[in-house]
């Protein structure tokens, strides 16, 4: 079945680069996600890789696949305090299904 | 405009009470989802509806019931609430995830507390 792992916490100071690892097990993955959920708030999607690519670059994020590996990771550059918040990694398996990972808290020191 | 709606957006209730969550989305998408999200932060799909049928349904117990009665329209009721029940339920929809760079959209959820 799909599984996706991420490690569940990050800290960073504020000016430095973020990266946020994931893992998944379901080879038949079409698109892998980056989700940010705030405090309260729904998760919003910050960027998406399909899985034909092997990197994408979008303003100060950058996501990183590794097929063979099944690994990836978003890196997020000059990490900010409005960057804190709890990042999920997402792929979309079969059957219309997303399935996501526990989650990455991101804290940024000031 | 909020694209997808869920109502209560906190709900306080005895265990053994039967509840309902409401919700709502007004992009026109085909497929709705309930997910839960435990106290760890764990997101798990419970139920998928594409033009008001079910198509993915997780191991839920069946005190859960999805209603769907048309496509922007996706309700969760639950009856005989237990401790466990307690979490934050989110609702999500999308076009259609079949075709290229669909993505979920998610409501704000809805924290539920069993008591």
């Known amino acids: 079945g799909e599984d996706v792992e991420q490690s569940l916490f990050l800290s960073v100071r504020e000016g430095d680069s973020s990266v946020i690892n994931c893992t998944y097990t379901d080879s038949s993955s079409t698109y892998l996600y980056w989700y940010k959920q705030e405090p309260g708030a729904g998760l919003q999607l910050l960027t998406y890789i399909f899985s034909n690519m092997d990197m994408k670059q979008d303003q100060r994020l950058t996501v990183l696949l590794n097929k063979k590996d099944k690994h990836l990771s978003l890196r997020i550059a000059d990490t900010q305090t409005g960057d804190s918040a709890i990042y999920f990694c997402?792929?979309?398996?079969?059957?219309?299904?997303?399935?996501f990972g526990i989650g990455t808290k991101l804290q940024v020191i000031p | 405009d909020t694209a997808v709606s869920q109502t209560p957006k906190y709900l306080v209730t005895q265990m053994g009470n039967d509840k309902s969550i409401k919700c709502e989305q007004n992009?026109?998408?085909?497929?709705m989802y309930w997910y839960k999200q435990d106290s760890k932060k764990f997101l798990k799909i419970m139920f998928s509806y594409n033009n008001k049928e079910l198509i993915i349904n997780e191991t839920v117990p069946n005190r859960f019931s999805p209603k769907s009665p048309d496509k922007a329209h996706l309700n969760l009721h639950i009856n005989s609430l237990e401790l466990g029940d307690s979490a934050v339920y989110f609702c999500?929809?999308?076009?259609?995830?079949?075709?290229?760079?669909?993505?979920?959209?998610f409501g704000s959820g809805t924290q539920l507390s069993v008591l």
């Open positions: 992009l026109g998408h085909d497929t």
């Open positions: 997402a792929e979309r398996g079969g059957y219309q299904k997303v399935t």
């Open positions: 999500a929809s999308s076009q259609d995830l079949t075709d290229d760079n669909e993505k979920l959209f």
